[in-house]
């Protein structure tokens, strides 16, 4: 089976602007996580997607957003860009139930200038 | 609440020793506890997962040791190598989110 894959790899924007990020979960997973990863705050935990809605939200203001697709697909949304948005952003994708293992993609660098 | 702590940052270990890693959290309703291994351009993989109701947890080099009354868990890298080099994070959830620790980075000499 293939991977997680995300695209762009790499992104380079400016404050002000916005970005959409996109998650190709596993084949057969219907649950897509988001995570944000600095070197300063580690790993958080941004949203999760399953079946279409969202089912779980971390602590990230409201400029953060997602949508899931009907064949799982997940698209990520950073409006008004700050400095400090600069990270690598993670999807990952699981089966849907709790506590299934999740299968995380190479991320996408983004850097806000 | 929500946090888990682990540490050290670092680690160095010899090729051949043990190398071990140690989390601690706040919130009991957490029930499932994976560890995570990242490489340099890569996205984390799961390494080994325990749930609150086994105190250990073993396969091949990898165990974790889960101690539910002092709230803390560790992973022991037995045998440690130069391909173990990697920052690993340990999680914790209730469900789907997971929760991470700072991570660790860890670097094996050979």
């Known amino acids: 089976k293939a991977g997680v894959t995300q695209t762009p790899r790499y992104l380079i924007k400016t404050r002000g602007q916005q970005v959409t990020l996109s998650c190709s979960p596993i084949?057969?997973?219907?649950?897509v996580s988001w995570y944000q990863q600095t070197p300063g705050q580690g790993l958080q935990f941004l949203f999760e997607?399953?079946?279409?809605?969202?089912?779980n939200k971390g602590n990230f203001p409201g400029r953060f957003s997602g949508r899931q697709f009907s064949n799982s697909r997940s698209e990520m949304n950073v409006s008004t860009l700050e400095l400090g948005d600069s990270a690598l952003y993670l999807c990952?994708?699981?089966?849907?139930?709790?506590?299934?293992?999740?299968?995380f993609g190479p991320g996408t660098r983004l850097l806000v200038l | 609440q929500q946090q888990v702590k682990q540490s050290p940052q670092s680690l160095i270990v010899q090729k051949g020793g043990i190398s071990i890693i140690n989390c601690a959290y706040e919130?009991?309703?957490?029930?499932?506890f994976p560890w995570y291994q990242q490489f340099p351009g890569k996205g984390p993989a799961l390494l080994i997962a325990?749930?609150?109701?086994?105190s250990e947890k073993k396969e091949g080099r990898f165990t974790i040791s889960f101690n539910k009354s002092a709230k803390q868990f560790s992973l022991h890298i037995m045998d440690s190598q130069p391909g173990d080099s990697a920052t690993y994070f340990c999680?914790?959830?209730?469900?789907?989110?997971?929760?991470f620790g700072k991570g660790t980075t860890l670097s094996v000499s050979s």
């Open positions: 999680a914790a959830t209730t469900g789907t989110a997971l929760i």
């Open positions: 919130n009991t309703a957490f029930d499932y």
């Open positions: 325990i749930r609150p109701d086994v």
């Open positions: 084949s057969g997973h219907r649950s």
């Open positions: 990952a994708s699981s089966l849907g139930g709790d506590r299934e293992t999740q299968y």
């Open positions: 997607y399953f079946s279409e809605t969202q089912r």
